[in-house]
Nanobody, 116 residues
Framework: QVQLVESGGGLVQAGGSLRLSCAASGSWLSIKTMGWYRQAPGKQRELVAGITATRITDYADSVKGRFTISRDNTKNTVYLQMNDLKPEDTAVYYC??????????WGQGTQVTVSS
């Protein structure tokens, strides 16, 4: 089983930056993909970015060129560097981990608010 703890959310002005962290405990080597989803009020949860164990990355079109996902295997942690934030990036961001057996784990969510 994998447990995820997120940190790094907060309030920032448009154009600013934040870095989210997601620390995994449990079986790190069993994780195939990690990443972030987000959910804004009244909207469906959407994939923001993902990274595989071999560091292949994928991004939503809306964040390409602004967000960067990375992983540190020595710390069992995935990061989401968010630059040039826009008010439409405001949401609760959820870390996820997908294991090779297709079991999924979720973090508790962290609020990101971007003021105009």
């Amino acid at each position: 089983q994998v447990q995820l703890v997120e940190s790094g959310g907060g309030l920032v002005q448009a154009g600013g930056s934040l870095r989210l962290s997601c620390a995994a405990s449990g079986s790190w080597l069993s994780i195939k993909t990690m990443g972030w989803y987000r959910q804004a009020p009244g909207k469906q949860r959407e994939l923001v970015a993902g990274i595989t164990a071999t560091r292949i990355t994928d991004y939503a079109d809306s964040v390409k060129g602004r967000f960067t996902i990375s992983r540190d295997n020595t710390k069992n942690t995935v990061y989401l560097q968010m630059n040039d934030l826009k008010p439409e990036d405001t949401a609760v961001y959820y870390c996820y981990a997908l294991r090779y057996n297709d079991a999924a784990s979720w973090g508790q969510g962290t609020q990101v608010t971007v003021s105009s």
